[in-house]
């Protein structure tokens, strides 16, 4: 089956699922490819978190109406260390919120849009192959219920994630790839019991991070601090939530028990591709950039590079293509400050793991205790930490 749209989007995540819905507002055409099955997309537990302006941009495209309903506004965080908990009130600091309302959520949303409108979305595609970014007219093939696809496009947009196979386009003498790895990694857990905290906790402790977000009045979401090469098997229920009680442990508060649903490990790091743009081929979200999660960044991003993608891509459409020509350094720009701010939370939050010399453990641990100390002790810290973690304007 021939198609021929403006764009062709690669991979129906948070980013592709967005953009497609930014790009019909505007009356542009497109074609989006996901070589899972929608099944698959959608038990992916990630993310949890939305910024101000991530919820300003789903409002303005109509996206938001269960999110209104279902998600929790959170006017500030708990900032823990070593049992000593202070609530960073970012209603009082800077004015703003975040909603916590899972990705997961998020990606229904868009899903369930995509199927009222009748949006031409292919999921369990097979073969899914981007040529010819480099030339005058891009192609998109793929295989799709045994039938082959080719889809005739002016751009190609890569959503494809971490793994997907756009970044690859780009030639390797143009592409370099900023890279940084953590000797940590965060065992997730999802838990049916009510949270025991109004706001999320995030807490440094000697034995390692650990936190307490949510999904809902019913669902609790926690994390701990493992060792990467640490394996899900080696550890119980009995055992996470002896070690959840460890590092939240405060005086006068207890952590609710409730039976785990699923617990998965996820390595941590940082990357970053030098450009987002090559010839008629255009990154957006993980596909250009990753972030450990500890400022819950990674989702955010992904919504602030395709609301700038999109807006850009209309404009070339009508034959303005100044937005797009600065596409990738715009969102390059921004995305170096939330990398600065993840590693900044990353590093204060966890201690130091195998990769760091055991002499020196010691030292950092407690300068980082002293970070945190100071920055829960500090409005100018508190304002900076506030600014940062409740999103930076999208422009
Ligand atoms: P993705 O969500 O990765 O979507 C990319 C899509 O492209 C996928 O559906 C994939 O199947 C598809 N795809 C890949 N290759 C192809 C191909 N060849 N053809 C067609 N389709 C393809 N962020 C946080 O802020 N907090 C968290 O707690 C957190 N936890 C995470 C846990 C995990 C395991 C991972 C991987 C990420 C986590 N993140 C978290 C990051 C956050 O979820 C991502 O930043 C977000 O999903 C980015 O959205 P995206 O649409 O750019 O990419
Ligand atoms: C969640 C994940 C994060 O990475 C974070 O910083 C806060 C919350 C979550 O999954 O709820």
Not at 169 to 188: C, F, H, K, M, Q
Not at 192 to 197: E, G, H, Y
Not at 225 to 237: E, L, Y
């Amino acid at each position: 089956m021939q198609h021929r749209v403006p764009v062709a989007i690669v991979g129906a995540g948070p980013a592709g699922l967005l953009l497609g819905h930014i790009l019909r507002a505007h009356g542009v055409d497109f074609v989006l490819v996901e070589h899972r099955s929608r099944d698959h997309v959608l038990s992916r537990i990630r993310a949890g978190v939305l910024e101000q302006a991530s919820v300003d941009v789903l409002d303005r495209y109509g996206l938001a109406e269960r999110l209104h309903t279902d998600g929790l506004v959170h006017g500030g965080i708990h900032l823990q260390v070593e049992g000593r908990r202070t609530h960073i009130d970012f209603e009082d600091l800077v004015g703003r919120t975040v909603t916590v309302y899972g990705q997961q959520r998020v990606v229904e949303d868009l899903m369930a849009r995509h199927d009222e409108l009748g949006s031409a979305v292919f999921y369990g595609a097979s073969d899914v192959t981007p040529s010819g970014v480099d030339g005058d007219a891009p192609r998109l093939e793929f295989r799709h219920d045994g039938e082959d696809h080719v889809v005739q496009a002016d751009f190609v947009i890569g959503t494809d994630g971490y793994h997907g196979v756009c970044r690859g386009l780009i030639p390797t003498e143009i592409l370099d790839v900023a890279e940084r790895s953590y000797d940590a990694a965060w065992l997730g857990i999802l838990a049916d019991v009510a949270p025991s905290t109004d706001e999320l906790i995030y807490a440094l402790h000697p034995d390692g991070f650990g936190m307490h977000s949510m999904r809902s009045p019913t669902v609790s979401r926690l994390y701990l601090q493992v060792d990467p090469t640490d394996d899900i098997a080696n550890w119980s229920d009995e055992r996470i939530w002896a070690a959840l009680q460890e590092r939240l442990g405060t005086a006068g508060w207890t952590l609710t028990e409730g039976p785990i649903t699923e617990k998965s490990i996820t390595p941590m790091r940082s990357s970053v591709a030098s450009t987002l743009a090559y010839g008629r081929l255009f990154l957006a979200g993980d596909a250009g950039h990753i972030v450990p999660p500890t400022g819950a960044k990674g989702l955010n991003a992904a919504i602030a590079d395709v609301a700038m993608l999109g807006e850009a891509l209309a404009a070339a459409n009508g034959g303005s293509d100044g937005l797009l020509a600065s596409y990738s350094r715009r969102a390059l720009e921004r995305q170096w400050k939330i990398q600065y701010f993840s590693q900044w939370m990353t590093d204060m939050l966890h201690t130091p793991g195998a990769e760091t010399p055991e002499g020196e453990r010691p030292f950092r641990y407690r300068s980082r205790v002293g970070q945190l100390a100071y920055v829960t002790g500090s409005r100018h810290a508190q304002q900076t930490l506030a600014e940062q973690y409740t999103g930076l304007a999208i422009e």
